[in-house]
Each structure stands twice: as structure tokens, then as C-alpha cells.
């Protein structure tokens, strides 16, 4: 085809419309190949005003409308085209996508209508235009002639096989009871997120999840004071959110942000946080971008980060705080009952003393049991809670060097009588100097 090729102009030819046709053919198609070969979807809305009131009576209308088609032609309604006519919805149409349309450029066909025949599949539509010599200040305008886009808006039933279009809007319903009501969730095809209002609320709570979330991972890890093993995973999400927060403000306040950055954006965020919220510890399968489809892609991948960022931050290693009392005996309360089910109990030891001797001698000579039963024990010489030596430190509690770690017996009845106890007691008899103890639960 040599339809958008270059005209070879030479001296003293004689020119037709046809040379400049044909030269606006292949700027067009220069125009259009240069700017797909910086990359796809550069097709799409950048703006889109529906007026609320012909709505009222059952009709569509749109007040302004800015773009670029699919095949590459730019649009601007009212600016540089006329507003398509209003779009009559009838009764009962529900789930509908509304189009804007184009008809689709012929080669060979004849691209411009002198008339105001909607039927015609002319491109442009003949329009008068006063233009002043702007090499002149003193030149008097002439009128020309000029092509305006022949924009329309047609329902989805409707036969577009010769139209290029974008779809704008959906109507859900449209009854005598009820004028028509549009799907508040669909999200066009666009250029730039900021002219749908769910991609830029999407922005807005993705910013209000992350700053909660690092707000929280700071405060709980400032406030343990711990650096053990269990708190590495916290520490490396925290630093996921502490870059997340500040990109994801950066692209919201940008000017432009194609729809396609910004999903490519989400889907490494919710794989990334898929390693710290989700039990195989692998990304879930997110369906590929869709430019036409904007609203099933995004709303699977921001559902997948809404219930990553909002799980519940639970410390699996809870300290215990104990506070030594007279005659060796040492007590910590129990705040939270669902310890005693879903928890193993890890008492630290450290003393100066060889560690042989503080695992030999530590299991005979300590008692633990509820704090009503701790004195009885003592008296009658019975034993308490039975404690077993542990080879190295639970990975969930910190790893202090000189520390012997021992594990509580979960199955004696003592323990059992801790869910209706104030609190575990833990009493020593023998010589401990320099005796430091600490007690842990560690979440099951």
C-alpha cells in the first residue's frame, strides 16, 4: 500500500488536492509510528465530563472529552471537535458499556461529510473556520474550510464494526422507576490515573496503609528493645514499607502516571509483601494488564494488597515480665489467657556459673506454678511444672550469650490451672549468683 507514503514534491508541478492529502496521510502515519515505538497502550482518556442531568431523563451527554483513540487519531471535544449528539438509553437497558466512537479510517473511501448525516461513516465533518495571516497584524481573516471528528456515542448492542471507540461509562439499570444509574466502579481506558476517581482513591488508601502499617512495625520494634532472630522478618518489612511509602507518594504526586506504571508497581508490591503475609510465601496469580479492562485487573491486585497491609501484627515471642519477690520467689501475670492454649513457656537462665551446671542442677531445684499454688509446693516439697532443657535458643526469642533456655511442660496439670490463675510463679532454691531469668511465650 502506498497510501501513506511520502509525496516527492518537485519544481513546477502541478498540484491537486490529492499531493496534500496524501502528504497529511503520511505525516499521520509518521506521527503514529514514532509514538508506538516508545511503548503500548498509549491510547486511552485523559478526560472525561458526563453532565448529571440528561441523565435524569433517561440520556447520556458528555460536556468535555479528551484523548487519543486506539488507532492513534487525538481527540479534544469541545476545543477542536464538535460534542457528539445525546445518547438516548432506552428502558430497561442494564449492564451496558457506552462508547465513544470514531469511524474508522478507509483508505479509498471518501473521509469528509459536507452534512450533518449521522449515518455517513465520513471521518470529518465539514466546518467553516475565519483564520488570520499570522505573518501579518494588519491582514484580514479568510475563511477556510476544516475537518472536525465526527465523534459518537453508541451503546454496546449497537453495531461499531466500523467505528474505532473507547469505552466510558456503564449503565447498571435504566427503568421508569429509576433514572439511569452508572456503575460507579468502571474505570475507563486512560492515558493518566488521575482523571478516574477509583485510581486516584486507590493512591490515597494505598499511602494510608503503608504509613499505618511502618507506623506500627516502628513503634513495635522500638518498643521491644529485642534484636533476636523474631524480629528479623519484622525488620525486613518494615524496610519493604519504609520503600514502598515514600514511591507510592512520589507516583501519586505526579502530574501524569499511566495506568500501566502504576498496576506494574502494585503487582511487585503485593509479591513482595506475599513473603511476609501469606503461608506459601509466593505471590498469588494476577491477571495480565488489560488497558480495556482496567477495573477486573486493578481490583483483583488492590483487594490482594488491602488484606496483606490490614493483617493483624502479631508478636510471636511475648515477654513476661517477672518481678522477684521474697524467699526466691519470682512472679509474672497473665495478661492474655489465650496464652496458656496457643503458647510454649521458655524460661532464660543466665548466672555465673558454668551452663553445665546451671542445666544439671536448675530442673531439681525449681518450682513453677501458679502463683495460688507456688507457696504449697514450697512446703510440702512437691514438685511444680516440669522443665526441659532446651540444646539451643527458640529462634522466636533474642539470643543472649551465657543464656540456658528451658521449655515448661505444657501437659502437666499445673499448667493447666494457669487459665484461671493470676499469674506463674517461679521459685529457687540453691545459690545463682549474678542470676538473671526471663520468661517467654511463644506463639504456636
Known amino acids: 500500500m502506498s497510501a501513506g507514503n511520502k509525496v516527492i514534491w518537485s519544481e513546477g508541478m502541478f498540484l491537486r488536492p490529492q499531493h496534500f492529502q496524501q502528504q497529511d496521510r503520511y505525516m499521520e502515519r509518521f506521527v503514529d509510528g514514532r509514538f508506538k515505538a516508545m511503548g503500548a497502550y498509549n491510547w486511552g482518556l485523559n478526560l472525561l465530563k ?11 451527554s458528555i460536556s468535555e472529552a479528551s484523548g487519543v483513540f486506539p488507532d492513534g487519531t487525538p481527540f479534544n471535544a469541545p476545543d477542536f471537535e464538535s460534542l457528539p449528539s445525546v445518547l ?9 458499556l457506552i462508547y465513544l466512537c470514531i469511524p474508522l479510517r478507509r483508505n479509498g473511501a ?27 497584524s ?15 456515542l453508541k451503546l454496546e448492542t449497537q453495531d461499531r464494526s466500523g467505528y474505532v471507540s473507547i469505552a466510558i461509562a456503564k449503565v447498571i439499570e435504566n427503568n421508569i422507576e429509576q433514572p439511569i444509574k452508572l456503575d460507579q466502579d468502571f474505570i475507563p481506558a486512560t492515558i493518566d490515573c488521575n482523571i478516574s476517581t477509583i485510581l486516584r482513591g486507590y493512591f490515597d488508601e494505598l499511602n494510608g496503609m503503608l504509613k499505618q502499617r511502618g507506623e506500627a512495625l516502628g513503634h513495635r520494634l522500638a518498643d521491644s528493645g529485642r534484636s533476636g532472630s523474631a524480629e528479623i522478618a519484622d525488620y525486613m518489612l518494615l524496610q519493604l ?11 501519586a504526586k505526579l502530574e501524569t502516571i499511566h495506568p500501566l506504571t502504576f498496576y506494574s508497581e502494585l503487582i511487585q508490591m503485593a509479591g513482595e509483601l506475599a513473603t511476609f503475609t501469606t503461608t506459601q510465601k509466593r505471590p498469588p ?7 480495556d479492562n482496567l477495573q477486573e485487573c486493578f481490583y483483583r491486585v488492590f483487594s490482594s494488597l488491602r488484606q496483606q497491609l490490614s493483617m493483624v501484627l502479631e508478636q510471636t515471642a511475648v515477654s513476661l515480665n517477672l518481678t522477684q519477690r521474697k524467699y526466691g520467689i519470682y512472679v509474672a501475670p497473665i495478661t ?28 531439681t531445684q525449681c518450682k513453677i506454678a501458679p502463683v495460688e499454688r507456688i507457696r504449697e509446693l514450697i512446703t510440702t516439697q512437691l514438685p511444680g511444672m516440669m522443665l526441659r532443657p532446651l540444646p539451643v ?16 511442660d505444657r501437659n502437666s496439670e499445673l499448667f493447666a490451672q494457669l487459665a484461671s490463675s493470676g499469674g506463674i510463679a517461679v521459685h529457687l532454691s540453691g545459690e545463682y549468683p549474678e542470676l538473671t531469668l526471663e520468661l517467654w511465650a511463644i506463639r504456636d
Open 336 to 363: 492474655d489467657p489465650s496464652l496458656i492454649s496457643t503458647s510454649t513457656f521458655v524460661i532464660a537462665v543466665s548466672a555465673a556459673m558454668p551452663s553445665e551446671a546451671v542445666r544439671t542442677m536448675l530442673p
Open 393 to 408: 535458643a527458640p529462634r522466636q526469642v533474642p539470643y543472649h550469650a551465657g543464656f540456658n533456655y528451658f521449655e515448661i
Open 138 to 152: 494588519g491582514a484580514e481573516k479568510t475563511e477556510i474550510q476544516i475537518g472536525k471528528l465526527c465523534l459518537e
Open 285 to 291: 496469580l494476577f491477571p495480565n494488564y488489560q488497558h
Open 110 to 136: 471518501v473521509d469528509t461529510c459536507a452534512s450533518d448525516d449521522e449515518t455517513t461513516l465520513a471521518r470529518y465533518r465539514v466546518s467553516k473556520f475565519e483564520a488570520r495571516n499570522s505573518a501579518s
Open 241 to 251: 514499607v519504609n520503600r514502598l511509602e515514600p514511591l507510592t507518594a512520589h507516583l
Open 50 to 60: 458526563i453532565d448529571k442531568e440528561p441523565m435524569k431523563l433517561g440520556k447520556i
Open 88 to 96: 438516548e438509553i432506552p428502558e430497561n437497558t442494564s449492564n451496558q
